[in-house]
């Protein structure tokens, strides 16, 4: 998948997270279906962490002189909510309460961070001839990482509609 449909992907997404989340309320976005679940808030403080986290491999990975000669990841599996997957601890959001502007001045500044990132690779082919160590899925391309990040994300708009359908 080029670069170019990457970010199509990306800005899509995106898209579809802040049409969902406006118009909640501060109450819907501190609300859990359990107290083992996340809030709303607490998925987008995800989201924000984890881009964060992924600018800094990218930059990483790409620092590398060297060629990587690894297959790309099967990740739509990333899709599939019954398969249940435990975010990194550095990933996990606190328990520190964000109001909806704060989360919004968070998403569009973690995924502006992105976008600079990728802004500044001369030749995008390096993101697929790139890697660096993710702490689930391993050795992955830079171009999987940037791809993982929108069904990353598409994951938990899921979480968040399934969120959203309890309130009814």
């Known amino acids: 998948m080029e670069l170019q449909e990457i970010n199509q992907k990306l800005k899509e997404t995106r ?6 989340l406006n118009g909640l309320s501060g109450d819907q ?8 679940s996340w809030s709303i808030s607490q998925v987008c403080q995800h989201l924000i962490k984890t881009e964060e986290l992924y600018v800094v491999a990218i930059k990483r990975g790409l620092q590398s002189k060297e060629d990587s000669f690894i297959e790309n990841k099967p990740l739509e ?12 601890e550095i990933a996990r959001p606190t328990d520190e309460i964000l109001e909806y502007q704060e989360i919004i001045e968070k998403l ?3 995924r502006a961070k992105l976008y600079d990132i990728l802004n500044t690779v001369e030749d995008p082919s390096l993101l697929s001839r790139r890697h660096f160590i993710h702490p689930v899925f391993k050795e992955m391309l830079l ?3 940037v791809r993982s990040l929108y069904l990353h994300e598409q994951r938990h708009i899921k979480q968040i509609n399934e969120i959203k359908d309890g309130f009814k």
């Open 15 to 20: 898209d579809e997270l802040l049409v969902i």
């Open 29 to 36: 976005l501190i609300k859990r279906k359990d107290s083992n």
């Open 77 to 88: 599996f990333l899709l599939d909510r019954s398969i249940k997957l435990e975010a990194p």
């Open 108 to 110: 569009n500044h973690s």
């Open 143 to 145: 171009i999987e990482w």
